[in-house]
């Protein structure tokens, strides 16, 4: 019998500081602007990857559930690659785990973008370094380019494939800051980021938001270099509204604030002004509020979020590694989700 090849890793949703919205290469995800983000050690995706010479087409299978959709088109984009770079030309089944809940703006596509990245280059035996696979999975899912690198990530806007990867800032311990997320909606979106990312520059805006960011980014390294909580939130904040004032302003709009979205918002911003508590906001593309406070306010934001009535449930998650190759024997209960024997691995 040929031989299975196979691959297992772990990998990280992560959360925008500084957001990436828009493609100057819509193949190969180069973005319009650089970003900055920390990675969510509670939310995890876990994935196998087996190539097998008897498959006759890929398989994807996210928690136990076989999928044909838009990840499965996805997903080609890094198999080809990695297929072409170890010149072997099996099918693969893909078998995925993961807490986060999908499609809901909560960048569940980086996680699931930059584990299949690691396992699928291990299952065919090619090592690649961190900017090297910081750049594959970015094909998948721009912002996957950060879910590869531990802790705070700057993903750099580059000139071309090559030199734009994500890399380290600072390592997850350098500052104990937290995402509590207040869930207010978990219908799927109705528009996916793919497609927002080619609204973008529908918005007479975008240009004016791009030229900007190198400032943001600057003020955001910063503050996070100096552990400055209050320089942070007004960086963060200004810059979940110019990417929310670009949205609205595509056409056509894209509008995601619930009420209960924009009542969070003003209440964290009076926690931070009346009773001086280290806590900010931000939002991706969905009505779900990021709420990024330090350490010892953690406990009791979660729980003022929890009072807000619209308040689904709060998420709450410290900052976390990068992305780490796992033992396939780790993957047994993947591999029997996607009914793979086990002693292939
Ligand atoms: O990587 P994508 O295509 O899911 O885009 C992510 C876009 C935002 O979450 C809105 C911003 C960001 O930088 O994560």
């Not at 690198?149 to 600072?170: I, M």
Request: include cysteine.
């Amino acid at each position: 019998m040929a031989r299975i090849l196979a691959g297992c890793a772990e990998a990280h949703a992560n959360i925008a500081l500084i957001k990436y919205w828009g493609n100057r290469d819509h193949r190969l995800n180069l973005p319009a602007n650089g970003s900055i983000s920390f990675n969510l050690d509670a939310l995890l995706t876990r994935t196998l990857v087996v190539f097998d010479p008897k498959l006759t087409e890929d398989r994807l299978v996210i928690n136990g559930q076989e999928r044909r959709r838009e990840e499965h088109r996805r997903m080609q984009r890094i198999l080809a690659w990695v297929r072409e770079k170890a010149g072997v030309y099996h099918y693969a089944h893909v078998i995925s785990a993961t807490n986060i809940p999908m499609a809901v703006g909560l960048a569940s596509s980086a996680a699931a973008f930059a584990a299949l990245a690691l396992a699928a280059t291990k299952a065919l035996g090619l090592h690649l370094d961190e900017r090297d696979l910081s750049r594959l999975a970015r094909r998948g899912s721009g912002s996957a380019a950060r879910s590869v690198p531990e802790g705070f990530v700057e993903w750099r806007v580059g000139t071309r494939d090559e030199d734009c990867y994500a890399f380290t800032l600072f390592p997850a311990d350098y500052w104990e800051l937290w995402d509590c997320i207040a869930l207010v909606s978990t219908r799927p979106k109705p528009i996916s980021s793919m497609e927002g990312h080619r609204l973008a520059e529908t918005s007479p805006i975008q240009w004016a938001r791009v030229a900007d960011t190198p400032r943001r980014l600057e003020v955001c390294r910063n503050a996070l270099r100096n552990r400055d909580f209050n320089a942070l939130a007004d960086i963060v904040e200004q810059d979940a509204h110019l990417l929310h004032a670009v949205m609205q302003t595509s056409t056509p709009p894209l509008f995601y604030w619930e009420p209960v979205t924009v009542e969070i918002m003003h209440t964290v911003r009076q926690w931070r002004k009346e009773k001086g508590w280290n806590v900010c906001y931000t939002l991706d593309a969905g009505p779900n509020v990021h709420v990024i406070c330090t350490g010892d306010m953690v406990a009791r934001v979660q729980e003022a979020l929890e009072a807000i009535p619209g308040v689904q449930q709060v998420l709450v998650s410290r900052v976390g590694k990068g992305a780490r190759v796992l033992p396939t024997h780790l993957c047994m209960d993947l591999a029997q989700q996607g009914r793979i024997p086990t002693h292939w691995l």
